[in-house]
C-alpha cells in the first residue's frame, strides 16, 4: 500500500567519526523531496564451452541521493562548509562558516505508519549544496549526499518540522565586494551559488563499501541574474 508523504519524515545527527551511528534528531527544514539510491553493483562470469553466465560476483555497495528542502536555518550548511560559529548580535544571529574538513552525520529517511519503514543511512557527507532564489520564490536549498552504509530500523522516530519562517524574495538581497565593505547590487532577479566538495569514493580489499570519504578542493560557482542598467 502507498503511503502519504505525511507520514514520512527526515532526521540527521551529527557523527562522533565517519561512519559512526549517531542518534538522528535534528530537521534540515521544510523536505520536499528526498531520493536516496543504493546500488549493489555486480559482475556475471563467463567460462568456454557457454554462452551463459556461470558466477556472478558481488561487487562495491554504493550509495549516494539528493534531498530538496525550502530553506528555514542552515544545519546543513555546516556540513558543506565545514565548521560554523555563532555570534548573537543586537537583534539578531550572525553565523560564520569555515572552510575545513566535512563533518558527517547519519540521516533517517523513515515513514512513520501502522508498519513503520526506516532507512537509517551511515556515513552521510555532503557532496554538493545549492542555495538559490528567484523572484516570486522562496530560499531553496538541495544537496547531493553520499553515505557509507544503511540499515533497516523497525520503530521510526517522531518526525521533527521546524517552525522558523520561509525566506521569501522581498527579503533577499545581494552584496559584493571584500568582507565588511559590500555594496548592494539593486534589481537582482534570482541568484544561485554551489558548493562542490568533489568528494573521493576510498575503496580497499576485504570490504564492499568505501573504506574512507575524504574532500578534494572546494569549489564555490556563484551566479546571479539582474535587470541591465544604462547609466550613460
Given at each position: 500500500?502507498?503511503?502519504?508523504?505525511?507520514?514520512?519524515?527526515?532526521?540527521?545527527?551529527?557523527?562522533?567519526?565517519?561512519?559512526?551511528?549517531?542518534?538522528?534528531?535534528?530537521?534540515?527544514?521544510?523536505?520536499?523531496?528526498?531520493?536516496?539510491?543504493?546500488?549493489?553493483?555486480?559482475?556475471?562470469?563467463?567460462?568456454?564451452?557457454?554462452?551463459?553466465?556461470?558466477?556472478?560476483?558481488?561487487?562495491?555497495f554504493t550509495i549516494d541521493g539528493?534531498?530538496?528542502?525550502?530553506?528555514?536555518?542552515?544545519?546543513?550548511?555546516?556540513?558543506?562548509?565545514?565548521?560554523?560559529?555563532?555570534?548573537?548580535?543586537?537583534?539578531?544571529?550572525?553565523?560564520?562558516?569555515?572552510?575545513?574538513?566535512?563533518?558527517?552525520?547519519?540521516?533517517?529517511?523513515?515513514?512513520?505508519?501502522?508498519?513503520?519503514?526506516?532507512?537509517?543511512?551511515?556515513?552521510?557527507?555532503?557532496?554538493?549544496?545549492?542555495?538559490?532564489?528567484?523572484?516570486?520564490?522562496?530560499?531553496?536549498?538541495?544537496a547531493d549526499l553520499i553515505a557509507?552504509?544503511?540499515?533497516?530500523?523497525?520503530?521510526?522516530?517522531?518526525?521533527?518540522?521546524?517552525?522558523?519562517?520561509?525566506?521569501?524574495?522581498?527579503?533577499?538581497?545581494?552584496?559584493?565586494?571584500?568582507?565588511?565593505?559590500?555594496?548592494?547590487?539593486?534589481?537582482?532577479?534570482?541568484?544561485?551559488?554551489?558548493?562542490?566538495?568533489?568528494?573521493?569514493?576510498?575503496?580497499?580489499?576485504?570490504?564492499?563499501?568505501?573504506?574512507?570519504?575524504?574532500?578534494?578542493?572546494?569549489?564555490?560557482?556563484?551566479?546571479?541574474?539582474?535587470?541591465?542598467?544604462?547609466?550613460?
Amino acid at each position: 500500500m502507498a503511503e502519504s508523504s505525511f507520514k514520512g519524515y527526515v532526521l540527521i545527527g551529527k557523527e562522533s567519526t565517519w561512519g559512526t551511528e549517531a542518534t538522528p534528531s535534528k530537521d534540515i527544514g521544510l523536505v520536499q523531496n528526498i531520493n536516496m539510491r543504493e546500488t549493489h553493483d555486480s559482475e556475471v562470469h563467463y567460462a568456454v564451452g557457454s554462452r551463459t553466465g556461470q558466477k556472478t560476483v558481488p561487487k562495491m555497495f554504493t550509495i549516494d541521493g539528493s534531498v530538496e528542502v525550502k530553506f528555514q536555518h542552515g544545519r546543513l550548511l555546516e556540513y558543506a562548509i565545514g565548521s560554523v560559529s555563532h555570534a548573537q548580535t543586537t537583534s539578531d544571529w550572525k553565523h560564520t562558516f569555515t572552510v575545513g574538513t566535512l563533518p558527517s552525520f547519519t540521516m533517517d529517511d523513515g515513514i512513520n505508519s501502522t508498519s513503520d519503514y526506516v532507512r537509517r543511512f551511515l556515513g552521510c557527507k555532503v557532496n554538493s549544496l545549492t542555495l538559490s532564489l528567484g523572484v516570486g520564490g522562496v530560499l531553496m536549498m538541495s544537496a547531493d549526499l553520499i553515505a557509507k552504509t544503511v540499515k533497516p530500523e523497525t520503530t521510526a522516530l517522531s518526525g521533527v518540522i521546524s517552525t522558523l519562517p520561509l525566506l521569501p524574495h522581498y527579503q533577499g538581497h545581494l552584496f559584493v565586494g571584500t568582507a565588511g565593505g559590500e555594496s548592494e547590487i539593486g534589481q537582482v532577479e534570482s541568484w544561485e551559488v554551489t558548493f562542490n566538495n568533489n568528494l573521493q569514493r576510498i575503496e580497499g580489499l576485504n570490504s564492499r563499501l568505501i573504506q574512507d570519504l575524504p574532500e578534494k578542493n572546494a569549489e564555490y560557482p556563484f551566479r546571479f541574474t539582474m535587470k541591465f542598467q544604462d547609466h550613460n
